[in-house]
């Protein structure tokens, strides 16, 4: 399962997949406005947005995506590793759910 990560901090971009990684996600880490934001989120099944950390504009589009395409959105305003665990593991209580 791939998570795209908007927003967050750069110096924290390791530890992000790191910990991405040992919960068996793999994570796309979109931390400054980039070009074809969109595209680039295609194929993701889950998208967590740092909304202390993050362009207006880069949240507009992924909320876009995700309604697009029917994708989960977990939001946080704390960009730190924690908070990336809290809404990956509520990706997974979503599964177990659903």
Do not use: Q
Request: net charge positive; proline share 3%.
């Amino acid at each position: 399962m791939s998570v795209a990560i908007v927003g967050g901090l750069d110096r924290l971009r390791r530890s992000y997949e790191k910990k991405c990684k040992d919960m068996g996600y793999h994570g796309k880490v979109f931390s400054k406005r980039i070009p074809n934001l969109a595209n680039r989120m295609t194929g993701v099944d889950g998208i967590v947005i740092f909304t202390g950390t993050v362009a207006h504009p880069m949240v507009a589009e992924a909320t876009r995506v995700a309604k697009l395409w029917g994708i989960p959105i977990e939001r946080t305003h704390s960009s730190s590793v924690s908070a990336l665990k809290r809404c990956l593991d509520g990706f997974s209580e979503n599964e177990v759910t659903a």
